[in-house]
């Protein structure tokens, strides 16, 4: 009997019922989220070629194969999350996958947070771009201590001059 392997993407399915397909070509990415995780799991099951392939033709130019396999075979991939789909159903043109992809690379644990952009050409789905999120803004519960401001310790003082020193 043959071993059952869980599918690196998160997805819950078998490999072999879930990413390998689509690495195979025996099977389309319906979704831009299943090609997202598609995408992931090649950088663990060292399916480079599948990276470049599923790119979108006009983001091909400056990719550069050797050194994703570089980077994928000195990583150690460790879990994908998804955090958010727009669009990218079996019926759109274009969708976005909001994801975090956590990895460790020479002992480092790193997180590559991104809002992937994916088209949809002759029915099939590519990965277009990429951005960083942008950082959520800051709201403080209290009103900022200014610098000749009391110092909110009690002390007396001025802020400068005691905790803010």
């Known amino acids: 009997m043959p071993l059952m392997s869980s599918c ?4 819950g399915r078998e490999y072999s019922q879930c ?7 025996t099977e389309k990415a319906r979704t831009a989220e299943a090609l ?3 995408r992931y799991t090649a950088y663990q099951k060292d399916c ?5 392939d599923s790119l979108h033709p ?8 050797a050194a994703t396999r570089k980077w994928a075979e000195q990583s150690e991939w460790l879990g994908l999350e998804v955090r958010a789909t727009e669009k990218g159903a079996e019926d759109d ?8 992809a956590t990895y460790s690379e020479d002992g480092v644990l790193h997180q590559h947070h991104e809002i992937s952009l994916f088209k949809k050409e002759n029915d099939r789905w590519y990965y277009a771009d990429g951005k960083m999120p942008a950082p959520e803004t800051v709201k403080r519960e ?14 007396g003082r ?7 020193g």
């Not at 990413?19 to 070509?25: M, Q, T």
């Open 8 to 11: 690196p993407c998160g997805s």
């Open 19 to 25: 990413c390998e397909p689509i690495h195979l070509g």
């Open 36 to 38: 997202m995780r598609a």
């Open 48 to 52: 480079i070629g599948f990276l470049g």
């Open 58 to 65: 006009d983001s091909r130019h400056d990719w550069d194969e």
């Open 93 to 100: 043109q274009v969708g976005t996958v909001e994801f975090i």
């Open 142 to 155: 209290t009103p900022k201590v200014g610098r000749n401001d009391p110092c909110p310790c009690g002390s």
């Open 158 to 164: 001025k802020y400068k001059k005691c905790c803010g």
